[in-house]
């Protein structure tokens, strides 16, 4: 059995828009009332994918879920996979498979509707009991933001590795999404080694500087951490605990005298996929505004062109969920599996991804202008849009 990492990327939703509903998410704020291209949002986001599946790399994808719904919103953030589930891969548990535990995504009203869906949606793609253990949400009293507030380092994806859980303590002025006995929780659930597991608190200047999820400072690869340096309240007791556990450890740490919070923040160069490249190199995939952010654009050129262990930078175009909040890391769920134990339906490959492309050129609505939420007409285009695309996919099983 060949374990690799998959990335599962959400399909953005033909009901994309942008409603300002993520307290403490600077982007979505700053962006509310905004017109949005759903469209193009989508079409964006097939592109990424497409760019990684060229590198060489295994991707899947989760559909959309149903929206509207016209008890509570239109919201479409299914579409950030990274926060559908926290995902223990087989190297890692007592009982030598991948678990998945659904995000309850409590602290956000518009995104506590989306687990049961979301858990309907794993339990048709890992449905190999041999191979996946799937578990329902962490009770609702412990939010619970899944694999944005997660990471894991390896020596390699299929060696056994730490897994990193970084909680936020409430208090500040914006929600500390990610509760401590939450992720302690689904350690447990997933059966984790105490001795391979680490739980970290998240700096309350991040979470007060916009840094709603951890993945908004911080990603990790096999054995390296690319961090800011003020992503959690204790750096130098975090560095030192997860080279104890893994001393191959790499930490690649950028100065705030280099890339301000702010800057951080607001060009999400975090928010990055950190990726091994078939070659065995690794590739930092940013959002088109890292790239050109100055500052971040200043540090980038000095890493390369130094020796450290991120040896290529692809720049990527996903504006439209950007202005959600949402970045490349954002759309992604990662699975460390052997593809052959995954529902082939949603692997992709460059036929499906045309597929998938030609449905939503032609069933997403090019523009959501705020005026038109609510309205029946838009709904039922939304929602022959993802039954399009759920019988294009063969998935008429989520309808
Ligand atoms: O939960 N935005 C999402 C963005 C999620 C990003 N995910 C990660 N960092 N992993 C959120 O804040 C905005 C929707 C709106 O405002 O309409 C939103 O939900």
């Known amino acids: 059995m060949k374990l690799v990492e998959i990335n599962f990327d959400g399909i953005v939703g033909p009901s994309h828009n942008y409603a300002g509903l993520s307290l403490g998410n600077l982007a979505s704020a700053s962006h509310a009332g905004d017109v949005s291209y759903p469209r193009a949002a989508a079409l964006q986001g097939v592109g990424k994918m497409r760019h990684n599946l ?3 790399l295994a991707q899947g994808f989760f559909a959309p879920l149903p929206r509207p719904n016209p008890a509570l919103l239109w919201s479409a953030s299914s579409m950030w996979t990274a926060n559908a589930a926290t995902v223990s891969p087989a190297p890692d548990t007592a009982d030598g498979r991948c678990h998945l535990t659904p995000a309850n995504l409590v602290t956000m009203l518009h995104r506590s509707q989306e687990w049961p869906d979301t858990a309907r949606q ?5 449905a190999d009991k041999a191979h996946f253990a799937l578990h329902g949400a962490v009770p609702p009293c412990f939010g619970d933001e ?16 730490i897994e990193i859980f970084v909680y936020g303590r409430t208090g500040g002025a914006f929600p500390a999404r990610q509760h401590e006995q939450a992720s302690r929780a689904v350690a447990r659930l997933h059966g984790l080694d105490p001795e391979r597991t680490l739980f970290i608190e998240q700096a309350p200047e991040a979470i007060a500087a916009g840094a709603f999820h951890n993945d908004v400072v911080a990603v990790a690869n096999e054995r390296v951490l690319f961090t800011h340096e003020q992503a959690f309240a204790d750096p130098e007791g975090a560095y030192a605990a997860i080279r104890a556990k893994l001393p191959e450890a790499e930490i690649v740490i ?8 702010a800057d951080a923040i607001r060009s999400y160069l975090f928010n990055a996929q950190l990726l091994t490249l078939p070659d065995g190199d690794m590739g930092l995939v940013i959002p088109l505004e890292a790239w050109e952010n100055p500052a971040v654009r200043g540090w980038l050129d000095g890493m390369l062109a ?11 175009d996903v504006r439209q969920s950007m202005a959600n909040g949402g970045g490349p890391a954002c759309l992604r769920l990662r699975v460390v599996a052997d593809p052959a134990t995954v529902d082939p339906r949603f692997l992709l490959d460059e036929a499906k991804a045309d597929r998938i492309e ?5 069933l997403w609505p090019e523009q959501i202008d705020p005026a038109d ?10 929602r022959a849009a993802r039954a399009g695309l759920l019988d294009a996919l063969e998935l008429g099983a989520l309808a």
């Open 146 to 161: 899944g694999a944005a507030n997660h990471m894991r380092m390896a020596a390699r994806h299929d060696a056994p590795g």
């Open 373 to 382: 939420l609510g309205s029946e007409t838009l709904a039922a285009t939304v």
């Open 54 to 56: 060229a590198l060489g």
């Open 306 to 316: 130094g020796n450290g262990p991120i040896r290529r930078v692809l720049p990527v």
């Open 254 to 261: 950028v100065p705030a005298a280099a890339v301000s919070l």
């Open 358 to 362: 030609a449905t939503i050129a032609r």
């Open 122 to 126: 794993l339990a048709l793609a890992f």
